[in-house]
């Protein structure tokens, strides 16, 4: 009793405006996951490296002068090159895409070092500098971050129904048969992954700009939390509009799954759970989520079996009546 009557509801409906602005930047995260894991069906785990490029550049940009929003497209070119040397590693070199990812992440963590002169951390302050996105200035935050994912959102709509962002998604659907088509597969890949992991690259600038630092390690774990979103958008999509879903409202709902799973975040903490096990929750989170469309198409199918079966037995049944022969 002496639990609950700690947990103060105030507390967690205070705390549940920030939690929803750094769910929005975690939003803009995963739907770059949405691009390598989805459309490319590769599992892209260079985003935990540029995700902290990104913060890094923009960071230390901010501190060099430039304007907080140019320091954001930085990062979104620089991002853009990490994807780059992925994709190069796995195309040009014969490199599995994870092998390829895991390569990438660990020359990047040397590289973000260097980017940041060789410190592990790097604040920014909101008081000297304009910043695009704080959480001292929580409703404007909200307010960017919803904007920013719509007008990325409507870049990828456009996009991918494009020549070009058409090959791609076939590309990932099936690469032979796109190969057949004349197809340049290989190239389709590189740009997949630069696109990825330069928009995974803007959000660590605007997480970096939200928090107020950079820190060598703000992109660990970052691929387990986009594919969070990713799962939970998705699952939560398809059960409110099924069919009805197309592939805005599929971005959306991306974008969506990464302000849920940040507001679980926030209910964790606020019921005062250990947070050392939130990587834990996370993966639980993610592997359920995973597993539901699965289980749930097998369970189709094993109904749709048995009704054919029990259909068949009353074929048969009802013709050997006919017959006057014993069922």
């Not at 390598?36 to 550049?57: C, E, N, P, Q, Y």
């Not at 660590?204 to 958008?233: C, E, K, P, T, Y």
Request: one cysteine or more; glycine letters at 12%; aromatic letters at 10%.
């Amino acid at each position: 009793m002496g639990y609950f009557a700690s947990l103060n509801p105030a507390t967690l409906l205070s705390s549940m405006p920030a939690g929803i602005a750094q769910g929005l930047i975690w939003g803009v995260m995963a739907l770059g996951v949405y691009i390598t894991f989805r459309l490319l069906d590769i599992a892209d785990l260079s985003v935990d490296g540029s995700f902290t490029t990104g913060g890094a550049v923009a960071v230390m940009l901010i501190l060099a002068g430039w304007n907080p929003w140019a320091a954001l497209l930085a990062s979104l070119v620089v991002g853009l090159l990490c994807g780059t040397a992925t994709g190069i590693l796995h195309t040009l070199l014969g490199i599995p895409a994870i092998l390829a990812g895991i390569l990438t992440q660990f020359a990047l963590y040397s590289i973000n070092l260097a980017i940041m002169g060789m410190k592990a951390n790097q604040a920014v302050s909101v008081d000297k500098f304009s910043l695009s996105i704080s959480s001292r200035r929580v409703p404007p935050a909200i307010a960017t971050g919803v904007l920013l994912i719509f007008v990325i959102i409507c870049i990828l709509y456009i996009y991918f129904g494009t020549e070009s962002g058409s090959a791609m998604r076939a590309t990932g659907c099936n690469p032979e048969m796109s190969k057949a088509q004349g197809i340049n597969i290989g190239f389709m890949k590189i740009l997949g992954l630069a696109i990825s992991n330069g928009v995974v690259a803007y959000a660590g600038g605007l997480m970096a700009q939200f928090q107020g630092f950079a820190d060598i390690n703000m992109g660990r774990g970052a691929i387990v939390i986009g594919l969070a979103a990713v799962i939970i958008g998705e699952v939560l999509g398809e059960a409110l509009l099924g069919k009805y879903l197309n592939f805005f409202g599929r971005l959306s709902f991306v974008a969506l799954g990464g302000v849920i799973y940040y507001l679980v975040v926030v209910l964790v903490l606020w019921m005062k759970l250990n947070s050392n096990y939130l990587k834990l929750l996370t993966a639980v989170v993610v592997a359920v989520f995973l597993a539901v469309p699965y289980l749930r198409s097998h369970s189709k199918a094993s109904f749709k079996r048995a009704e054919k079966n029990a259909r068949r037995a009353d074929g048969k049944g009802g013709r050997s009546a006919e017959k006057g022969e014993e069922p």
